[in-house]
C-alpha cells in the first residue's frame, strides 16, 4: 500500500497543480469572492504552468546538464507551495458547488472508476501498463526533466515526427515527476484512474445537464465507464493529448450548457479554455471549437425551433459532411501524411464497422436509434441541436479521411448520452421503483459484460508470463541501470524500434526515433544484421543517426532483447513498416542466448547489461579491434 | 377500473422490461470473442479449440496439443487402437460443441481465470479433456467415456505432438529428439547441461526416470512432463510423439482416465533444481 500512496498523490497532482495555479491566479488577478469553476482553473494553471516551464527552461539552458534537473525542481516546488498558500489562506472564501448537486456524479464516477479499475488492471499488476503511446510522451518528458522544452515536440526527440500538439501536456505530466521524484511507470498507473474517473464524471454531468436527471446521468456514466474503445480512440483508460483534450471539451460543453438558459456567456473562461484545449490536440481543439461555436449559433438562432429546418439539417449536412471529406481525402492523398502512417489509419466502413462491435456489441446499433428517436420528445431545444452535431461528428468519423476514428475521442461522450437518454426514457416511464433498480442493474451488468468480452479479445495478443502487458518488470530494471550508468554521458542506443522505445521512455538513453525508426535507420539496420558476426557489422549500425540531436555519440549501446529477435523472425515489409511493432515484452530463447555469444566473441561487443528479457551490449564503432573505450 | 388500470400497468411494465432485455441480450451477443478459452501457464497460453487442449507460445513455434487423434488404448491381445480412427470418419468427430451462452459465460469465466480450458470430443462415445492447474504445475485429465468394449482395454496412451526443433531429453541426459550437434553443445554451453544423444536405431524408446524436458530454442520457458509410477513415456521419433502409457489392472466398465502432469520454469536452470 506505502508504494502506492506517492504515485496517487502525484498522479491527482497532474489535475491538482494547475487547478492550484489556476485559482491562485484567478484570485491574484480578481478580488472577492469568486464563483468556483475548476475547469477554468486548470485551463489557467496549465497555460500559467507551460508559460513558467517554457521560460524556466530557456533561462537554464546555458547551465550545465547535471544541475538543471536541481533548478527546476526547486523553483518549481517553490512557485507551487506559493500557489498553495494562496488557496489555503483563501480557502473560506471558496464557494463551492452544492454537495447535494455533486455528490451523485461524484460517487457514481467513484464506484464505476473503482469496477473499471478492478477489471481492467486485474492481470496487469502495477507497474506493468497497457497503453503504448506512454513511451514517446514519457520520453518526451525525460527530455523536459533535463530542463529540454520547446513548443514544438518534434524539434525535442526524433520521436516526434507530426506534430499533432504542443508540448503543454508533457510539460504538465513532467512537473509531478519533478516536484515529487515519484517512478514515472508508477505515476502513469495512477494518473490514468483519474482520468477514467473524470471521462465517468463528464459523462454524468452531461447528461444530468441536459435532463435535470441523476438517473439520465447514471445510464449514460455506466455506458461510458464500461465501453473502452480500444484502438485508435482510446477515450476513457488511455490518457493522452487526444483524451485529455476530448474530456476538457466535453466538461467545456457542460459550461456553456448551463449558460444557455441565461444567454450570458463568459467569453474570456471560454477563450481561455478553448486555447487551452487546442494545444493539447490541435485537431480535437478545433473540431471542439467548431462544435460549441455551431452549438451557441444554433441555440440562438431562431431555425432550429422549425422541426421541418431540424429534419432537413439532420439529413443533409452529415451526408454532405461525409461525401465532401471522403472525396477530399482522395483528392489531397492525405494517406500520406506523417511519413505515410496516415494510411495506416484509413478504415473502410466494414472495418469500423467491426470496431463499433468490439466496443459495444450490437449496443450501439440498438441503444442509439432507439435513444435519439425518445430523445425528440424531450422539449429542450438543446437536445435537438445536440443530435444533430452527434450526427456530423458521427459523419466526420465514418468518412473516409484517415484518422477519422480519432474524432469519435469527442463523439462518444454524445453517442453515449443519446444512449443514455434513450435508456433513461424507458426505465423512468416504468411504474415500479423495484423494476427501475433491476433494469438499471440489469443494464449495468449486460455493459459490464461487453466490457470484459473486449478487454479478453484485445488482451489476448500481448500475454506474458500470464499478464497482459507492453512493459514489464525487467525493462524497467534495464532502463534504470541505463540512466545510472550511461545518461551524463552521450549515450546512443540501438536496437529494433518497439525496444528503442521502451528503453528510451525507461531510461532517457537517447534513439533514432524510438518505434518511430525512419526508413533510412530500418534498412541500415536490416542490411546489418544480414552479417552480424563480420567486421562491419558495429560500424554500419553507426551509420544510423539522430535528426534531432546530431551531435557524434561518445558511446554506442546495442540492446538485444526477446522483442528484437520477435522482430527479426518478422518480414522485411513490416521491418520498414511504421506500423509494425512488437507489442509486448519476451524473455530470451536458447537461439538468442546463442547469438548474443556469437557477437560478443568479436572483440567490438562487450557486455554491460544482462537479464532474462535483454542483454545490453557497448561496442565500438571502427576498424581497429580492441580499439575504443568501454565504460 | 382499479384492476384494469394495474393490469395495463404491469402490462406496459412487463412490455419494457422485455424490451430491455432483448436489447440488452443482443448487445452482448454481438460481441467478438477471442478464439478460444485461455488460461495463462507461464510464457505459455493454455487454450481449448476445436484441435484440443493446447499450451502455445508464439505460434507457430510451440504448440503441445493433447487431443483425441494421436491418443490410444492397448487391447488385452495387444492391439493398439487409436481413440479416433485416421479414416474418413474422423471427419465425423464434433468437439466441444457450446451453445454461444455457454462460450460467452466461459470467456468472461477465464478473463478471471476461473474456468479451466476444457475439452470434449465425440465419436459416439466421449473423450473429455479436463484441465487443473496449480502455480506451476498442470494437470490434464483425459477420461474415455463409454467406449465399447472398454473391458477389454488393459492400457491406454495419452500423446503430445512436439515440434521439430524441440529438445526432448530425460533427467539423466539421454536426448531423444534428432537435433543437430551444435544446438546440444549450445545448450551446454548456455546452461551446462550436457546431453547425450540417444541412438537413431531405436524409433519408440521408452524414457528412464520419471521426467521428460521439453525445450524450445525459440522461446522462453521450459516444460517438464512428470509420469506417475504407474505410467511409462515413450518417444516416438517417426510422428514426434510423447506417449505417456497407463496400464488399467483392473478394466472399467465405463470410464477409462489417464492423468498428464506438466511443470512449467521460466528458465532451464531453475527446472534442473526442481527436486
Redesign the interface.
Known amino acids: 500500500m506505502n508504494n502506492l500512496i506517492l504515485p496517487i498523490i502525484s498522479g491527482l497532482s497532474f489535475y491538482l497543480f494547475p487547478i492550484l495555479t489556476g485559482r491562485a491566479v484567478v484570485l491574484f488577478l480578481k478580488k472577492g469572492r469568486e464563483r468556483a469553476n475548476i475547469l477554468y482553473y486548470f485551463a489557467i494553471g496549465g497555460l500559467v504552468l507551460y508559460g513558467l516551464m517554457l521560460l524556466l527552461t530557456a533561462v537554464i539552458s546555458a547551465l550545465p546538464l547535471t544541475t538543471k534537473p536541481d533548478y527546476l525542481r526547486a523553483i518549481l516546488v517553490v512557485f507551487l507551495s506559493l500557489a498553495s498558500l494562496v488557496n489555503l489562506s483563501t480557502f473560506k472564501d471558496l464557494k463551492v458547488i452544492s454537495l447535494k448537486r455533486i455528490a451523485p456524479a461524484v460517487l457514481t464516477a467513484l464506484f464505476l472508476s473503482l469496477a473499471v479499475v478492478y477489471l481492467w488492471r486485474?492481470?496487469n499488476p502495477f507497474p506493468q501498463l497497457l497503453n503504448w503511446d506512454i513511451f514517446e510522451h514519457q520520453t518526451l518528458v525525460n527530455y523536459i526533466k533535463r530542463g529540454q522544452l520547446h513548443f514544438i515536440s518534434s524539434r525535442i526527440s526524433d520521436t516526434f515526427q507530426f506534430d499533432g500538439y504542443s508540448t503543454l501536456f508533457h510539460a504538465l505530466l513532467s512537473i509531478p515527476q519533478i516536484t515529487l521524484g515519484v517512478e514515472p511507470f508508477a505515476f502513469w498507473w495512477s494518473v490514468e484512474y483519474f482520468h477514467l474517473f473524470l471521462t465517468i464524471l463528464a459523462s454524468f454531468l452531461l447528461a444530468k445537464t441536459v435532463t435535470r436527471s441523476n438517473l439520465a446521468g447514471l445510464l449514460t456514466a455506466i455506458i461510458s465507464a464500461f465501453v473502452f474503445e480500444s484502438y485508435v480512440i482510446y477515450s476513457s483508460l488511455f490518457l493522452i493529448p487526444q483524451t485529455l483534450a476530448a474530456v476538457l471539451s466535453v466538461f467545456m460543453l457542460i459550461y456553456v450548457l448551463e449558460h444557455f438558459k441565461d444567454k450570458k456567456y463568459p467569453w474570456i473562461p471560454l477563450a481561455i479554455i478553448a486555447v487551452t484545449i487546442f494545444l493539447s490536440h490541435y485537431i480535437i481543439g478545433l473540431a471542439t471549437i467548431l462544435t460549441l461555436s455551431a452549438l451557441i449559433f444554433l441555440y440562438q438562432s431562431l431555425l432550429m425551433e422549425k422541426r421541418l429546418v431540424w429534419g432537413l439539417s439532420f439529413i443533409i449536412l452529415p451526408l454532405t459532411v461525409f461525401a465532401l471529406l471522403t472525396a477530399l481525402s482522395g483528392f489531397l492523398h492525405l494517406d500520406q501524411l506523417n511519413s505515410g502512417e496516415a494510411a495506416l489509419f484509413s478504415y473502410t466502413l466494414t472495418k469500423k464497422a467491426?470496431f463499433a462491435?468490439?466496443f459495444?456489441?450490437?449496443?450501439l446499433?440498438?441503444?442509439l436509434p432507439?435513444g435519439a428517436l425518445l430523445s425528440l420528445h424531450l422539449k429542450e431545444k438543446a437536445v435537438r441541436i445536440l443530435l444533430l452535431l452527434t450526427a456530423v461528428i458521427l459523419a466526420v468519423v465514418l468518412a473516409g479521411i484517415p484518422y477519422s476514428l480519432k474524432f469519435y475521442v469527442l463523439g462518444r461522450y454524445l453517442t453515449h448520452l443519446f444512449m443514455g437518454l434513450g435508456?433513461w426514457m424507458?426505465?423512468k416511464?416504468?411504474?415500479?421503483r423495484l423494476?427501475k433498480v433491476l433494469?438499471t442493474s440489469?443494464?449495468a451488468v449486460?455493459?459490464m459484460?461487453?466490457f470484459?468480452?473486449?478487454?479478453?479479445?484485445w488482451k489476448?495478443p500481448l500475454?506474458?508470463?500470464?499478464?497482459a502487458t507492453n512493459l514489464e518488470s525487467m525493462e524497467i530494471a534495464a532502463g534504470r541501470f541505463l540512466q545510472e550508468k550511461f545518461e551524463a554521458s552521450n549515450t546512443f542506443l540501438i536496437s529494433d524500434p518497439s525496444t528503442q522505445y521502451v528503453l528510451e521512455a525507461t531510461s532517457g538513453i537517447n534513439t533514432q526515433g524510438g518505434a518511430y525508426m525512419n526508413l533510412d535507420s530500418r534498412k541500415i539496420f536490416v542490411e546489418a544484421l544480414e552479417h552480424p558476426y563480420g567486421d562491419q557489422f558495429a560500424q554500419k549500425l553507426t551509420q544510423i543517426k539522430d535528426t534531432v540531436n546530431v551531435t557524434s555519440p561518445n558511446i554506442y549501446l546495442l540492446a538485444l532483447s526477446?522483442r528484437f529477435f520477435?522482430w527479426q523472425e518478422a518480414k522485411e515489409e513490416d521491418k520498414l513498416s511504421l506500423g509494425f511493432n512488437v507489442w509486448k515484452p519476451?524473455?530470451?530463447?536458447?537461439?538468442d542466448?546463442?547469438f548474443i555469444?556469437n557477437l560478443k566473441k568479436t572483440s567490438r561487443f562487450k557486455e554491460v547489461y544482462r537479464n532474462?528479457s535483454l542483454v545490453i551490449l557497448q561496442f565500438t564503432p571502427g576498424n581497429n579491434l580492441g580499439f575504443g573505450k568501454f565504460l | 377500473m382499479q384492476l384494469l388500470t394495474l393490469g395495463k400497468k404491469i402490462l406496459k411494465e412487463a412490455l419494457l422490461v422485455a424490451a430491455l432485455l432483448v436489447m440488452g441480450v443482443a448487445s452482448v451477443l454481438g460481441s467478438p470473442t477471442s478464439k478460444s478459452v485461455t488460461e495463462k501457464f507461464g510464457h505459455f497460453v493454455l487454450t481449448s479449440s476445436s484441435l484440443g487442449i493446447g499450451l502455445h507460445q508464439n505460434e507457430p513455434y510451440t504448440s503441445y496439443v493433447f487431443n483425441a487423434y494421436n491418443d490410444y488404448l492397448i487391447l488385452a491381445d495387444g492391439t493398439r487402437l487409436a481413440l479416433v480412427p485416421f479414416d474418413d470418419t474422423r471427419f465425423n468427430v464434433k468437439t466441444a460443441p457450446n451453445p454461444v451462452s455457454e462460450k460467452l459465460l466461459s470467456y468472461i469465466a477465464s478473463y478471471f481465470d476461473i474456468a479451466p480450458p476444457s475439452n470434449q470430443f465425440s465419436k459416439g462415445y466421449q473423450m473429455l479433456y479436463e484441465t487443473a492447474k496449480e502455480g506451476n504445475s498442470l494437470l490434464v485429465r483425459r477420461k474415455v467415456i463409454n467406449y465399447p468394449n472398454a473391458a477389454n482395454v488393459r492400457a491406454t496412451g495419452a500423446t503430445i505432438l512436439y515440434s521439430r526443433d524441440d529438445l526432448v531429453f530425460a533427467s539423466d541426459g539421454t536426448l531423444y529428439t534428432e537435433n543437430s550437434d551444435s544446438v546440444v553443445g549450445n545448450l551446454a554451453k548456455i546452461y551446462g547441461v550436457k546431453l547425450v544423444k540417444h541412438t537413431q536405431l531405436v524409433r519408440r524408446p521408452q524414457v528412464n526416470g520419471g521426467r521428460l524436458y521439453l525445450v524450445n530454442p525459440r522461446v522462453a520457458g521450459v516444460l517438464v512432463m512428470m509420469s506417475e509410477p504407474n505410467q511409462r513415456v515413450f518417444v516416438n521419433k517417426d510422428y514426434r510423439l510423447i506417449e505417456v502409457e497407463a496400464q488399467i489392472n483392473q478394466p472399467a466398465e465405463t470410464e477409462i482416465t489417464l492423468n498428464n502432469k506438466i511443470l512449467y520454469f521460466d528458465t532451464l536452470t531453475e527446472a534442473m533444481k526442481y527436486e
Open positions: 486485474r492481470d467491426e462491435q468490439l459495444y456489441g450490437y449496443a446499433y440498438i441503444l432507439v435508456l424507458v426505465i416511464s416504468m411504474s415500479f423494476m433494469s440489469f443494464i449486460i455493459f459484460a461487453v470484459i468480452l473486449n478487454l479478453a479479445y489476448n500475454r506474458y508470463q500470464g499478464h526477446g520477435e519476451y524473455d530470451l530463447a536458447l537461439n542466448l546463442i555469444e532474462e
